[in-house]
């Protein structure tokens, strides 16, 4: 049984999709692992009308279960109708949260969490501390959802406004993507494997390639997307999280403040593109029809001339000691060939081919090996190596070492959600982006956006069911290199 956590939980935006798909349904993993036990209340809050027993209901509905234990789980489930906008009602929030503070011995613990439009972030954040919902007895945690903001200069606003009533600390912005296993396993495989990060550098690392494909298209969320665009929705936040990961030295200890500090000073050797290199460097896309999918511009809520992207590849340079030479290609988009993440890393050949002398019977050249992080939906990884094949003479083919987590023992991995609402009530920021993280991402990709916005694309450019267009190939094989994951053509 895991350690019992107290809090109270308030859900603004407690009616929404992300908080029914995910939010509940992790709450009721952790209530069922012990993480939750007694001692925890949730209020929902939003805009509808609803009585506790019609939002217990709508749980119900959304575990999936209406077990005994089930029930004792929502009956810690209220509800409160409130319009965050209205300064007065938090005093009914606030009167609510005390009483059952004491009914369920919370000790003064709480967590916030904001599933809900970002233009609200500041405004309940404000409020929670002016209004008195705030209180200094226990922990109070603000959880808030992506984005933050849309560039640099919005999401610094944003940061002030909550910094106001938030300590850096204890504000947790939700990465989903930092709560994946095999994201988190980057960290075990680097520093847990004297073979791995002793060669994890730019004199034995060719290239580093991250991949985020998606098969779907912009389903209902086109009038959000059409806003935002790959770069911000994508490569802002997941990717460069990713790239962090990827590229950060080894920290002091395995904990929030260490990471994050190492985090911080890959991120600030990342090469800040001027125009000309923005425009090298990054490539857009968006797709057109094909394959039984319409194009993007046909999709509901999205203009006719739509110049956003649904697609970017790119390539980043580190200047710094370990990766000065070493691209970082990433590429991320929407209907692809097929839904998965992956990262390659791609090792330099051996510099001296000696099975290739002359009159050699060894016709193969050496490949290069490749170390494959297979972040979901399989997860595990695969290393292919150089050996001689088991046939007459001597001929070298490459060969697979893998590592799949077992379809069945993945089940009983936690969601990301269950991880990261464990980690905030433990106070645990590792999987969760700090504010510092978070501008230094927004200052990179500023610049591919400023130089995007100078001109118009010649979109559309590729077409659903292949890996974005012919430029990100173009991209990479500008440098005699090519993606390691291909469609078979
Ligand atoms: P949603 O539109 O389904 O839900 C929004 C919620 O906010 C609803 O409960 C609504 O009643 C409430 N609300 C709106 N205006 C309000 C007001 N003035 N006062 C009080 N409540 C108000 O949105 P969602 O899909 O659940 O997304 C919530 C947040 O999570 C967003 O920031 C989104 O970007 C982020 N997010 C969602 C997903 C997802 O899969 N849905 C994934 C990643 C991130």
């Not at 460069?240 to 050797?269: G, H």
């Not at 990709?445 to 450019?461: E, G, K, T, Y």
């Amino acid at each position: 049984m895991a350690t019992e956590r107290s809090a109270l939980f308030i859900f603004f935006g407690g009616t929404g999709d992300l908080a029914y798909r995910k939010l509940y349904p992790s709450m009721f993993n952790l209530y069922r692992k012990g993480t939750l036990q007694e001692k925890f209340a949730v209020i929902g809050t939003a805009r509808d009308k609803l009585t506790d027993e019609k939002f217990r209901e709508k749980v119900r509905k959304s575990i999936g279960s209406d077990s005994k234990e089930a029930e004792k789980f929502i009956s810690h489930f209220y509800y409160e109708a409130h319009d965050v906008t209205d300064q007065a009602h938090y005093s009914v929030l606030k009167a609510r949260a005390e009483e059952l503070d004491k009914k369920y011995k919370l000790s003064g613990n709480q967590i916030f969490y904001l599933s809900m439009a970002p233009n609200f972030f500041g405004t309940v954040a404000g409020y929670l501390r002016t209004e008195g919902i705030v209180n200094d007895n226990g922990f109070s945690r603000l959880v808030i959802e992506k984005p933050f903001g849309r560039d640099f200069e919005s999401a610094k606003e944003l940061n002030e406004s909550l910094a106001k009533s938030f300590k850096e600390e204890e504000i947790f912005r939700i990465d989903h993507y930092l709560g994946k296993e095999m994201i988190q396993n980057i960290e075990a495989l680097r520093f847990g494997n004297t073979i791995i990060e002793s060669l994890w550098n730019n004199r034995y690392i060719d290239n580093i390639q991250v991949t985020l494909s998606e098969s779907l298209g912009v389903e209902e969320r086109a009038s959000y997307y059409d806003k935002s665009g790959a770069l911000r929705d994508m490569v802002q936040n997941h990717i460069m999280q990713i790239v962090s990961l990827l590229a950060m030295e080894q920290p002091v200890a395995f904990t929030d403040s260490d990471i994050r500090a190492e985090k911080v000073k890959a991120l600030r050797s990342l090469r800040v593109y001027n125009v000309a290199e923005a425009a090298t460097n990054f490539v857009r896309g968006q797709y057109g029809a094909g394959n039984k999918v319409k194009p993007y511009r046909e999709e509901d809520n999205v203009p006719a001339d739509s110049t956003t992207e649904t697609f970017v590849a790119g390539k980043l340079m580190f200047d710094n000691y370990r990766w000065s030479g070493t691209p970082f290609y990433i590429r991320t988009g929407k209907v692809l060939a097929d839904k998965f993440t992956r990262v390659d890393v791609v090792f330099k050949k051996p510099l001296v081919d000696i099975f290739a002398f002359p009159g050699s019977t060894n016709t193969a050249p050496l490949d290069t090996n490749i170390l494959t992080l297979y972040i979901e939906p399989k997860a595990g990884f695969a290393l292919k190596i150089n050996a001689k094949n088991n046939e007459q003479g001597f001929q070298t083919e490459p060969v697979t070492m893998k590592y799949l987590v077992d379809p069945e023992d993945s089940k009983k991995t936690p969601e990301p959600y269950e991880r990261l609402i464990h980690d905030a009530l433990k106070g645990d920021g590792t999987n969760f982006s700090s504010w510092q993280e978070v501008s230094y991402a927004w200052k990179f990709v500023d610049q591919i956006r400023h130089v995007w916005d100078l001109q118009a694309p010649n979109f559309p450019n590729y077409t659903p069911g292949s890996m974005g267009p012919a430029a990100a190939d173009e991209l990479i094989e500008r440098d005699h290199r090519s993606w390691v994951y291909k469609l078979n053509k």
